[in-house]
């Protein structure tokens, strides 16, 4: 019987692999996979071009990073980020502790500030249940960063389990907010099901162990999620409004006559501390006047 011949492919392990990455649709950006059927609220496979509305996943590892995005939406990666939050050490090699701009509750706060902030963010390594065992990676930015939490708070506390992570079958859903700047998508993990059988968990080990290695890298692009709704509309102003309401209010706000004077001036708005006055225009401080001595005179003799 003949050998096989040896194939490099052969060589390769889990650090030369480029894990495929799922991709959860926003109303703003994705414009190949919206072209491809894809709808805001799906899950998008960046490798394969796989739409899905949910995930089953086997969790390998949930690493926590941390990135900072530039002003500018594109194809860029993060301005400034860390691959490993808990060394609190940037990819610049800088103190993150010292950072003004960190940020470790991303969720907790309005979607504009965040924006400007240095945010936690996880990378859920797994394997996908549906589609041959494949790899896979999911990112979780901003709000979906809680979602992440609630997952390691599953798997962490399930006495069933004793670690062995492998055993937990998770069900990934999107999870539809509203915002004062419109729908957003959030991921929503749950552990649906523990494998008994051993041969399954078996395989399902083997091929965790192999995934541990794997080099996650970067994120490429602001996420979508981060990347700011497109507004409605602007004001003649050129002012942006995400809502109808808050339209209203800024149209009727520049709307808003001004009270002129009788010179055609703007009158000025009476003071806090004399209300209803107006103030006296101020007149420069005049000189003071000397005072005119007259020369003292001396004493009378009245002793005759």
């Known amino acids: 019987m003949s050998e096989q011949p040896e194939r490099k492919m052969d060589e390769y392990g889990p650090e030369e692999m480029a894990i495929p990455e799922w991709r959860l649709l926003q109303k703003v950006g994705g414009d190949w996979a919206k072209g491809l059927g894809g709808k805001a609220g799906q899950f998008f496979n960046k490798t394969t071009d796989e739409l899905a509305d949910e995930l089953n996943i086997v969790v390998v590892d949930i690493l926590m990073g941390r990135a ?75 709000t979906s960063a809680l979602a992440s939490r609630q997952l390691i708070t599953q798997l962490k506390m399930n006495r ?104 055609g001036k703007e009158e000025t708005a009476p003071s806090a501390e004399a209300p209803g006055k107006t103030l006296a225009a101020a007149k420069p401080p005049e000189p003071k006047k000397e005072e005119k001595k007259e020369p003292t005179k001396a004493p009378l003799d009245l002793d005759f």
């Open 160 to 263: 069933a389990l004793r670690g062995e992570y492998y055993r937990a079958l998770v069900n990934i859903k999107c999870q539809e907010k509203n915002t004062p700047f419109g729908t957003t998508y959030v991921i929503h993990p749950k552990i649906v099901q523990l494998i008994t059988d051993e041969s399954r968990a078996k395989e399902l080990q083997i091929e965790s162990n192999k995934l541990l290695g794997a080099p996650i890298p970067l994120p490429v692009g602001r996420p979508e999620e981060e990347a700011g709704p497109e507004p409605l509309g602007y004001t003649p102003t050129g002012t942006p409004f995400y809502s109808e309401e808050e339209r209203d209010r800024l149209m009727a706000k520049e709307e808003a006559p001004v009270e002129l004077s009788p010179l």
């Open 68 to 142: 900072k995005w530039g002003t500018e939406i594109s194809d860029a990666g993060p301005v400034c980020a860390s691959m490993d939050a808990k060394t609190n050490i940037s990819i610049y090699n800088d103190d993150c502790l010292k950072c003004p701009d960190r940020l470790d509750a991303p969720w907790s706060v309005d979607a504009t500030e965040r924006r400007t902030k240095c945010c936690l963010n996880y990378s859920i390594l797994g394997i996908d249940i549906d589609h041959d065992l494949m790899p896979i990676m999911l990112r979780a930015h901003g």
